[in-house]
C-alpha cells in the first residue's frame, strides 16, 4: 500500500501512511478543511451567510 500523501510504501506503524510527518500532513489538511465537501444546500448557504454577518458585527463593536 502506498502513502496517500507522499505515495511511498507505507509502514506498519503509520498505516496508511509511511511516516508521522505524513500522518501530520493529513491531519492538517483535515482540520484546515481541505477535504471538506462544498454543499449547494440552501440551509447550508444560509447558516454560512449567518455566520458570516454575526462575524462581521462582532468585528465593528468597539472592544
Known sequence: MSCPICA???TA???????????DVD??????GNYAIPSR???D?????????AA???AQKPQ
Request: charged residues 35%; aromatic residues 8%; hydrophobic residues 35%.
Open 8 to 10: 511511498e510504501d507505507s
Open 13 to 23: 506503524k503509520y498505516r496508511p501512511f509511511c511516516s508521522r510527518r505524513c500522518a
Open 27 to 32: 491531519l492538517s489538511k483535515w482540520m484546515n
Open 41 to 43: 444546500d440552501p440551509e
Open 45 to 53: 448557504i444560509e447558516a454560512a451567510a449567518d455566520a458570516a454577518e
Open 56 to 58: 462581521q458585527i462582532a
